[in-house]
């Protein structure tokens, strides 16, 4: 194997790496992805360390050791999916290196998300349904739908605007704990407490908290505990904002 | 008719969270599958055998979503995160945490603490129900591809 291609090898293994951990795989996948491509280019005794926030790749023998730093965490499922269907053509040898690497360009350019509008639609419609699934009544459901899909929408723009995660979850929260007292101060909505868990419901870190646990069971205990210290903030955000507006309730509302 | 209901929203909740998490566009209603699935099992188990003991029955809800997870994983070969992800939340037991802070706001700490114990037995019964279905699931694999 010459040179040039050895370096796009490496490239191409740490980028699947990258895009995997982003996307939010768990670390045992990341590290098996990597060590399976490396095996399908030849590279003898190659080796990775990988934790949420960056991976060391190491390709064995005199080849040089790489790193790559992982800023931006986001749940796309659809991104892990395509890396590891590159993965397993490149190890089957159904797709060559130099296609590989080039798939692999093409997630990392491409986006994929399902169109925002949608995205709210769906977490206003998985609020209504939880509203259902945790006892609630049906004429608050309209509620939920709306307090749950305002919540989001109010979360996901802090978060692309500041870009801090505790803030925006905590913002998001609060909104959502102020528009059901409303709707239940109003006299239309009942059951404050159920609305607020249903519409909380879409900025639970699911992901993050199955993953974590996968993690830590599987013997990664540097990625397990990052990403349960995620977890355990975005919970903690979560609880503090609905906490603020609960705390003003008795104050002559 | 409770649990048509119950299916039928866990179904819509768990396909719901499928596009929020971006996943393939034609593995959105298997999500949704997996999330009544373990529902139901949480739903059937916690209230017709257990008495409404919800730790154990959020170990056989999130055991059966890891196991239909599995399978689904197996059979359209993508990784097994894509389906038990969605199929988990609804599991989750916010409201028990939502109860914990409510009660820390309110001073009751004697409750607050109750509630708190609950949350960690049922997330920790969560991820127990979730190893255990991968590692049984495992073991048959396994014996399979030894025996061909």
């Not at chain 1, 800023?71 to 395509?82: D, F, M, S, V």
């Not at chain 1, 360009?105 to 491409?110: D, F, L, P, Q, T």
């Not at chain 1, 209504?128 to 309209?142: E, Y």
């Not at chain 2, 999130?62 to 994983?73: D, E, G, M, R």
Request: net charge positive; hydrophobic share 50%; charged share 15%.
């Amino acid at each position: 194997m010459n040179d040039a291609r050895e370096e796009m090898g490496i490239d191409a293994c740490l980028l699947a790496g990258r895009l995997m951990m982003e996307a939010g795989a768990e670390t045992y996948r990341v590290d098996d992805t990597m060590t399976r491509m490396a095996a399908s280019l030849d590279m003898d005794g190659a080796d990775s360390f990988t934790t949420s926030t960056g991976i060391i790749f190491s390709p064995g023998g005199q080849r040089r050791v790489k790193l790559t730093s992982i800023r931006k965490r986001a749940t796309n499922l659809e991104k892990i999916a395509r890396v590891n269907a590159i993965s397993r053509l490149l190890s089957s040898g159904d797709m060559t290196l130099e296609e590989a690497y080039g798939e692999l360009r093409k997630v990392e350019r491409g986006n994929f998300m399902f169109p925002f509008p949608l995205q709210v639609l769906a977490a206003a419609v998985a609020s209504a349904s939880f509203l259902v699934l945790f006892g609630g009544d049906w004429q608050n459901m309209l509620f939920a739908f709306f307090v749950g899909g305002i919540g989001f929408v109010v979360s996901e723009k802090f978060h692309e605007k500041t870009r801090v995660k505790f803030f925006s979850e905590f913002t998001g929260s609060a909104v959502i704990g102020l528009l059901s007292l409303a709707s239940v101060r109003a006299g239309l909505g009942s059951q404050l407490d159920i609305i607020i868990i249903a519409s909380v419901m879409p900025l639970v870190p699911g992901l993050l908290i199955t993953n974590a646990i996968r993690d830590l069971m599987s013997g990664h205990f540097m990625a397990g505990i990052s990403k349960g210290a995620e977890a355990f903030l975005t919970a903690f955000a979560i609880g503090s904002g609905i906490a603020l507006i609960l705390s003003f309730q008795g104050v002559g509302m | 008719m409770t649990f048509v209901i119950h299916g039928f929203f866990s179904f819509l909740a768990s396909t719901m969270f499928g596009i929020i998490f971006n996943s393939p566009r034609n593995r959105l209603l298997h999500c949704g599958f997996v999330g009544a699935v373990g529902w139901l099992v949480y739903l059937a188990s916690r209230d017709l055998l257990l008495d409404g003991d919800a730790v154990k029955a959020s170990f056989l809800g999130a055991f059966a979503v890891a196991i239909v997870a599995h399978l689904f994983s197996k059979r359209y070969r993508t990784p097994m995160i894509i389906f038990s992800v969605a199929g988990i939340i609804p599991l989750v037991p916010g409201g028990k945490a939502y109860n914990t802070m409510r009660n820390v706001m309110e001073k009751h700490y004697d409750e607050a603490t109750i509630y708190a114990m609950e949350v960690l037995m049922i997330s920790g019964s969560i991820a127990m129900g979730l190893v255990f279905a991968e590692v049984i699931i495992q073991l048959i694999f396994k014996k399979r591809t030894a025996a061909k």
